[in-house]
């Protein structure tokens, strides 16, 4: 069942630093240009160390809330679509909120994880808020840095991730015939727990385990595996979102996909058929940043005007889990 609401503000951020590909072509002692033709990736921004994920979040909601021209305040959650937390204990979302002057405001806020899929199920949930009348208006965040947990020696992971934020604002609407989620499916194979992990922030390793610990905070990753994992699961599910949704792949008007890496995003390409200029690509420019990843493609696209009203456009994404979902929203 459709659910009306309109995306009224977008906001992004990223790090100050942006590290280009020759410096790492020089990390790897490769000759320049190797790292760009390997892995597709022209540059990355790289977190300061007082460009927490809170900080990150809170200027890209205020770019949003702004945007939306709300006054502070003036919504009733804030969800943290983080895949990575900044502690354990508060939630990314009340540092957030905090960040944002209003920790006496009361405003309810609480963190979503799906790791790379943490804004689409931010997007549902706050879908089904609007639909049950229990908001009006909601903030999403995704801010994410991956360079903390990075492994030098993995050049498959070291390459392609990038940090950043990006923010939307919400807001309920009645209008059945206008914007609004269209439908949306998730799936989970837990199968695949163990091709993408990281071990350590949890109960799993033990503070007293300072050796693991360590080794623990290192993300691991199988590429290839996770590759072939989305591969089997993403067509179906794509597809039957999408005739829900009345529209195919080669009619959908967009496709903003999470930026998991250059072959992935050249597999959803392939995917979709049509015309290759409808997928949102800014891998090249931005790696992968986890969740902030799709709804950064989501706020590039805003931005450069490839999101006219009543367009249907599809987000897709999968996760570490497994996990893949589809979305298909009218603006």
Known sequence: MMTPFKVVGYGSYMPRTERPSVELDALFGESPGWTEEKFGIRTRSVAAPDETSSAMGAAAAREAIAMAGWSDGDFDVLVGACAVMEQPIPGTSVLIQEALGLGKSGIWAFDVNQTCLSFLTALDIVAMGFATRRFKRAVIVSSDIASAGLDPEDRQTYAIFGDGAAAVCLEASAD??????????????????????????GTLIRASESEALLQGSKFQMDAFGVFKAAARCLPKLMDDVLKEAGVNRETVDLVVCHQASHPGVEHVRRLMGGDPARIVDIFGKHGNQIAA??????VTAYRQGRIPPGSKVLL????????????????
């Open 176 to 201: 059945r015939d206008g914007s609004g989620l269209i439908s949306r499916r998730f799936e989970t194979y837990g199968e695949g727990k163990g091709l993408a992990t990281l071990r350590s922030g």
């Open 293 to 298: 990843s799709l709804p950064t493609a989501l």
């Open 316 to 331: 897709l994404g999968t996760a570490a889990g497994i996990s893949a979902a589809a979305m298909v929203l009218r603006f």
